[in-house]
Each structure stands twice: as C-alpha cells, then as structure tokens.
C-alpha cells in the first residue's frame, strides 16, 4: 500500500489540523496524543512521508530518534515518572493504525496502569498544561 498523504499525522504536519505541540524541528514534530494512555503521552514523527520504520530514510529515522530521546528526556524531567516506555508499531497486524511511522513516548508510574490504546480522546484543554511542563523541560 502506498503511502496516503491525506493521513491524519501528514495533515498535522502540514498545518491543516491542530495540535498541542511540545516541539517541533526542521525534520520532526512532537506533539500530544489525544488518545493518551497515561498522563503525558507524547507522539513523536519525522516530517518525511513514511508509512512505517521500513519505508522511512536513514536520515528520517536518525532525526527522528534525536527527537525521541530529546522528548523522553523532557518528559523525564518534567513529570518524574518512574519509567519511559517507547513504542512503536509497523504494519495493522502489529497494531499499527495511523500509516505515517511514529514513536509514543509514555511515562510510567509503578502501580498506574496504562488506558487502552486509542480509544479515549480528550480536549486539548486538558493536555495543554503538561505539554507546557514537557516544554519548559526541553529549555
């Protein structure tokens, strides 16, 4: 399947939906999900069109994962959680459902269990202040 333009994340990319940004680079945006499954659930993507890790470049990938770790370590120092999990998902059958390659950066606390994928959306109002927080931890 080739690769579809009008995606969610490319319309995000291009200006044409909003998000609540925490940073953003000539290669990469990162933003909120709206679906987060914990508290400062983070989506972290290249601006190349790729549809998943295999099809991205070198270079995407090599940007991408600067931001990754930039952002974990933002979300580290903001929000002090006990553990960072990344993940990342290639393909529907791997649970994959946005086709533009993307990493979730999520803070773990012990004993929180995560919401389930994708299923609870919430108002932007709710995610701006720890955005805000992840920001000023990016400074």
């Known amino acids: ?9 490319a319309k995000i990319i291009r200006g044409e939906i909003p998000c609540v940004k925490v940073f953003e ?16 659930h983070v989506l972290v993507l290249p601006k190349e069109a790729a549809q998943d890790i295999l099809d991205l470049s070198a270079d995407g990938l090599a940007a991408m994962m600067a931001t990754v770790q930039k952002v974990a370590k933002a979300v580290d120092k903001a929000l002090t959680p006990d553990g960072i999990l990344l993940k ?4 529907a059958p791997a649970g994959q459902s946005i086709f533009h390659v993307h990493f979730h ?14 299923k609870v959306m919430v108002e932007a109002t709710r995610l701006e202040p720890v955005a805000a927080k992840i920001r000023a931890a990016l400074t």
């Open 105 to 118: 950066v999520l803070p773990r606390w012990e004993g929180v269990a995560l919401a389930p994928h994708g």
């Open 1 to 9: 399947m080739p690769y579809d333009p009008g995606n969610i994340f």
């Open 88 to 91: 990342q998902y290639n393909r």
């Open 25 to 40: 680079d000539a290669a990469t945006l990162a933003f909120m999900d709206v679906m987060p499954e914990a508290d400062g």
